[in-house]
């Protein structure tokens, strides 16, 4: 079973209200990507990992990484999915169709470990792959656009879908390919599985695995780490 990583981090984090981009800021004195690239490079079963940077990115170079595994970067594009695409294409002499390629946001320095794992063991039989998620805690409600309930919906079926995603090589990248050949936007990588007509399977993961976007989540992913360090 080979696993390859892709962790895209050409962004440069406009919600955030920083010059820097924001998979850069410190968490605890410590840059998010270093962190998120310790869980990363943590997993035994990942032989690659593959950074995408930005084109104008000054501040990769400025990291101390202490990462055993195989990191190497690519050029990303204006949005996630070139990014993500880019990465594929940078792979192509190297991984097999049957191979899994796990993608990851940078901006989430808190997913445990053993969820990457729990996740690679759910997948490893499957024909497509899937993600991490949880379903839905609070009641979920539908509103017009002044704002004003509509109906409330049924949570039961809703789940909050979260990174590491996981697909065999190669139908993600025919996935990819075909989103960005027909002018589509996603936001995830399950998007464009879906799109191409397969059915990701969820696999339960940990709320504490938050994505970074808005100062106010800088200072909950440092109590996260604390409590877990």
């Keep these: 079973m080979t696993i390859w990583a892709i962790l895209p981090a050409a962004g440069i984090g406009r919600r955030i209200g920083s010059n820097t981009p924001k998979q850069y800021l410190p968490v605890?004195?410590?840059?998010?990507?270093?962190?998120?690239l310790q869980r990363l490079a943590s997993v035994s079963a990942i032989k690659k990992i593959i950074v995408v940077i930005h084109p104008e990115d000054n501040n990769w170079k400025e990291l101390s990484l202490e990462v055993d595994k195989k990191?190497?970067?690519?050029?990303?594009?204006?949005?996630?999915?070139q990014s993500v695409l880019n990465a594929l294409l940078a792979l192509d002499d190297e991984a097999n169709a049957d191979d899994w390629v796990l993608v990851h946001d940078a901006v989430r320095p808190c997913v445990e470990v053993?969820?990457?794992?729990?996740?690679?063991?759910?997948?490893?039989?499957?024909?497509?792959?899937?993600?991490l998620?949880?379903?839905l805690d609070n009641t979920l409600k539908q509103v017009t656009g002044e704002q004003e309930v509509q109906t409330t919906i049924d949570r039961n079926n809703y789940w909050n879908a979260l990174t590491p995603q996981m697909f065999r090589y190669g139908l993600l990248k025919e996935a990819m390919e075909r989103v960005e050949a027909q002018g589509l936007t996603i936001t995830d990588e399950a998007a464009a599985m879906e799109f191409m007509g397969y059915r990701p399977r969820m696999v339960e993961g940990s709320k504490l695995n938050i994505k970074i976007t808005h100062e106010s989540d800088l200072v909950l992913a440092g109590m996260i780490l604390n409590l877990k360090s």
Excluded: W
Excluded at 114 to 130: C, F, M, P, Q, Y
């Design 114 to 131: 053993s969820d990457i794992e729990k996740l690679i063991i759910a997948l490893r039989t499957h024909n497509v792959g899937g993600l």
């Design 133 to 135: 998620g949880y379903t």
């Design 71 to 81: 990191l190497e970067c690519v050029l990303g594009g204006q949005e996630r999915q």
């Design 28 to 36: 605890n004195g410590v840059p998010i990507i270093s962190l998120t």
